[in-house]
């Protein structure tokens, strides 16, 4: 967790002025029972004798009641002083505090967009959620606590101790005996409430998991009548959460009362004790009382300070969740020195690339070599999990080769800055993502600053303008989170609309026309073709109508190429594209 504290950098001056406040504090209190003491003993008990007043204006020599007056002026004024410096640190410390969450928020959310495939793959979305928001909530608690009682306890309680022993020495004894005692408790109750504690967090955790696949797996739950298995598993998580949460209530009620229970009786042993070196003269009633309010200082210095124990460790299991995120290295980084492609033409090559999975035993894709020139079009075509979508998650780099290497204009992907090898490439992934917002914002979200003029001529190649244009705010239609609100066609088609606004130099289709009717399909690919002109098409696709008349068609079978050409070459001397146009298409279609 203290690696945690690194952002913390440039809150430092915040951080000495609530320290600062803090102690402040600590003396106010400190100081207050001593002149409690004075009023009792020069302003009661010698209420004849003169005694001198020193202390910011108050200066001067007093008895009796205008003694009492001065000295409690003075306590107000301290107390009044010791209120504020505790209204500031909390204000200042929850502020930091709150800062720093967000700190640690951003650095998290920077470095999971950084990540590629592989690390999503690895941790999972759920866990990176709760990670970004529960897991910081905890470390910003506690952080105002440590702000706050990790500092005011110990202090307190020490400088009680040096108070007392100044009022009077020969009654510490009774701390002696106190202090250890409490410590063994406290630690006594940190070793069965920790292991709970932790549990916690975990709990929480699963607890989560399940809610979010409840959430998001809603219509099969429906579809499948699960919806009792799934309350049940909700409540069995929900269930064993609060008997955790009970488990450590049960312990904490009990410290509680035994903590009191030893501050009651250490009053009633110092009264006792006292009164007895009252009765013999060595001691007066004013320094009795203050012994007293002393006495209570430390004790419940440590008890705040077993509180602080206690939220730490839960905490830190929260930073380390934190901390093996922001550790985690993305295994996609710019090289130091990018090479910049000279041409600026999008020629696609691949060399004998091979790609497997992390963790997986075959290669999803293997020894894979063409080339897609500029102007061209380039089909790709395969049963599914034949590889198709692999092969071109390679070009913009989601994934690194395993072997052989992919170039763009001729240079390697892995030289070139994964910003500029993307700016050549308009992607449209197999599984479509909206964003909530407007239809026009979904669409210039491929283009920053793209005039209407610009998303209206995108949309209207993509053949989306005649849907858009039917609802009744257009363009500014606003879409659902996840694109719900619209069917799977007409996402397919803002998807489309959104890597065209790009202009780009290389597009990719990842099975984008599957949704589809055949005459949207046609009229798309139609209008495509003036629109890229120049670019280099890579298409994937279930159809063979949709791949039919491009300049060359590879066919994969298993993650290799299985033939290379065009329509009428492949149908002449490819086996596995004659099975998969005859599975298609009626026998005059063929020919
Ligand atoms: P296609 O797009 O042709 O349907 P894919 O390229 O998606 O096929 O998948 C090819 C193979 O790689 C499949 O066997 C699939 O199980 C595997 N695969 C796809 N994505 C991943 C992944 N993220 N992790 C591990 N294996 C994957
Ligand atoms: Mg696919």
């Not at 690919?525 to 590879?554: C, G, S, W």
Request: hydrophobic share 45%; with cysteine; glycine share 6%.
């Amino acid at each position: 967790m203290f690696k945690l504290f690194r952002f913390l950098k440039q809150y430092t001056l915040q951080i000495i002025v609530i320290v600062l406040l803090i102690f402040t504090q600590v003396l106010a209190n400190l100081y207050l029972p001593t002149l409690m003491a004075d009023i009792i003993d020069k302003g009661i008990v010698q209420k004849d004798v003169t005694q001198t007043v020193s202390f910011l204006g108050f200066d001067g020599s007093y008895k009796g009641i205008d003694y009492i007056i001065r000295t409690g002026g003075i306590m107000l004024l301290i107390s009044a002083g010791g209120a504020i410096c505790s209204v500031l640190s909390s204000l200042l410390s929850s502020r930091t505090a709150v800062g720093f969450g967000r700190i640690i928020r951003n650095k998290l959310f920077a470095k999971v967009e950084s990540f590629s495939l592989h690390e999503f793959d690895k941790l999972g979305t759920a866990t990176l959620i709760t990670r970004t928001t529960n897991d910081v909530t905890q470390i910003q608690s506690v952080t105002i606590m440590i702000f706050s009682i990790a500092l005011f306890a110990p202090l307190t309680a020490l400088g009680g101790i040096v108070m007392a022993l100044k009022e009077d020495t020969s009654l510490t004894w009774i701390f002696a005996i106190v202090i250890p005692l409490l410590a063994i408790i406290i630690a006594a109750t940190l070793k069965y409430a920790m292991p709970l504690f932790k549990l916690m967090q975990v709990k929480i955790d699963k607890l989560n998991l399940v809610l979010r696949e409840g959430l998001t797996g809603i219509r099969v739950i429906r579809a499948f009548n699960r919806i009792e298995t799934e309350k049940h598993r909700f409540d069995n998580a929900n269930a064993d959460l609060m008997n955790n949460a009970i488990k450590v209530n049960k312990i904490m009620a009990f410290l509680m009362p035994i903590m009191m229970l030893i501050m009651n009786v250490t009053t009633i042993a110092i009264i006792w004790f006292g009164a007895e070196r009252i009765d013999a003269g060595n001691m007066q009633v004013g320094s009795l009382i203050a012994f007293i309010q002393y006495g209570m200082q430390i004790l419940f210095g440590f008890l705040m300070l077993s509180m602080v124990f206690i939220m730490v460790p839960r905490a830190q299991a929260s930073a380390i969740r934190i901390n093996e995120v922001l550790e985690m290295e993305s295994e996609i980084v710019d090289t130091e020195a990018p090479v910049l492609a000279d041409k600026e033409s999008g020629y696609v090559e691949f060399r004998n690339v091979s790609f497997k999975y992390p963790g997986a035993d075959q290669p999803a894709i293997s020894n894979i070599t063409f080339s897609a020139k500029p102007g061209e079009v380039t089909a790709i075509i395969g049963g599914t999990g034949s590889g198709k979508s692999t092969l071109v998650n390679l070009i913009p780099r989601f994934y690194d080769v395993t072997d052989g290497s992919v170039l763009v204009d001729g240079v390697d992907v892995r030289e070139m800055s994964q910003d500029s090898l993307r700016a050549k490439i308009g992607f449209v992934p197999q599984k479509t993502v909206l964003f909530s917002g407007t239809i026009a914002e979904n669409i210039k979200y491929g283009k920053d600053g793209a005039t209407i003029e610009e998303i209206q001529h995108a949309a209207t190649v993509s053949q989306a303008s005649d849907f858009i244009n039917e609802m009744e705010k257009g363009y500014e239609h606003v879409i659902a989170q996840g694109g719900a609100n619209i069917s799977g066609g007409q996402k397919q088609r803002l998807s489309i609309a959104r890597a065209l606004v790009r202009k780009p130099e290389i597009y990719v289709f990842d099975d984008s026309f599957s949704a589809l009717d055949f005459k949207t399909d046609a009229k798309l690919r139609a209008a495509l073709k003036d629109e890229t002109k120049e670019a280099t098409m890579l298409i994937i696709a279930q159809r063979v109508a949709t791949v039919m008349d491009a300049n060359r068609i590879i066919v994969l079978d298993d993650g290799e190429i299985a033939g290379m050409g065009t329509h009428k070459e492949l149908l002449n001397n490819c086996e596995v594209y004659r099975e998969i146009v005859s599975s298609q298409l009626s026998e005059e279609e063929l020919s």
